[in-house]
C-alpha cells in the first residue's frame, strides 16, 4: 500500500501574491497574441489569460493589467482579435510580451483583418475577431469580456502552451 502525504492546505491568510503566483505556474495555458486597432491605434500583447465565457452569443474573456502600456488603446478602441500561437510561434510570444516597440512586432507575422478591423495573425492556431461588449475591474486587472463577431482557423498545428513559468514542447496531436 502506498503512504502518500496529502499536500498541505492553505488558508485565506497564508495565501500571498507570491503563493499564488506559484500556484497558477501549475495551470498550463495557450498563449495568445492580443491584438487591437483603431481611432486609437494598433497595439498587441501576449496573454494566457483568456478563456471561453459561452457559446450564446459566443463570448471570451481576456484579462488586461490596467498599468500595461496598451491598456488605454484596448479600452479606446472596444474591439481585439485573440489570435491563439501555434508551437512554432514563440518568438512572436517573445516579441508581443516585451518592450518592441509596436510598429516593429507588427512587422513580424503577415496579418489581415475581418470584421471589426483588428489584426488577425494569417498562420495563427485560431484567431477570434471580437468586440469588447462589457469590462469588469477586479484588482490590477480589467477582465474584457469579448463577444466573437468573426473567425479563422488553421489546421495540422499544436498549439504553444506556457506551463510552470516556460514554454512546453508541443504534443503529439490527439
Not at 117 to 133: G, I, K, M, Y
Request: aromatic fraction near 8%; proline fraction near 5%; include cysteine.
Amino acid at each position: 500500500m502506498l503512504n502518500h502525504k496529502a499536500p498541505e492546505a492553505m488558508d485565506e491568510a497564508m495565501l500571498d501574491q507570491h503563493t499564488f503566483r506559484q500556484g497558477m505556474a501549475n495551470l498550463g495555458a495557450a498563449v495568445n497574441v492580443i491584438t487591437t486597432d483603431g481611432g486609437a491605434g494598433q497595439a498587441g500583447f501576449t496573454a494566457s489569460a483568456v478563456c471561453s465565457v459561452t457559446d450564446t452569443p459566443p463570448t471570451l474573456l481576456v484579462c488586461l493589467n490596467r498599468s500595461a502600456s496598451v491598456f488605454d488603446t484596448f479600452k479606446t478602441n472596444q474591439v481585439l482579435c485573440v489570435n491563439t500561437l501555434s508551437s512554432q510561434q514563440q518568438h512572436l510570444s517573445n516579441l508581443f510580451g516585451g518592450k518592441t516597440p509596436m510598429p516593429e512586432r507588427f512587422a513580424q507575422g503577415t496579418w489581415s483583418t475581418l470584421l471589426t478591423n483588428a489584426p488577425v495573425l494569417e498562420d495563427a492556431l485560431v484567431s477570434f475577431d471580437c468586440e469588447v461588449v462589457q469590462t469588469m475591474s477586479v484588482g490590477s486587472h480589467d477582465v474584457l469580456f469579448c463577444q466573437v463577431k468573426a473567425m479563422k482557423q488553421s489546421y495540422g498545428l499544436n498549439a504553444l502552451m506556457y506551463f510552470n513559468r516556460g514554454y512546453c514542447e508541443p504534443l503529439p496531436m490527439c
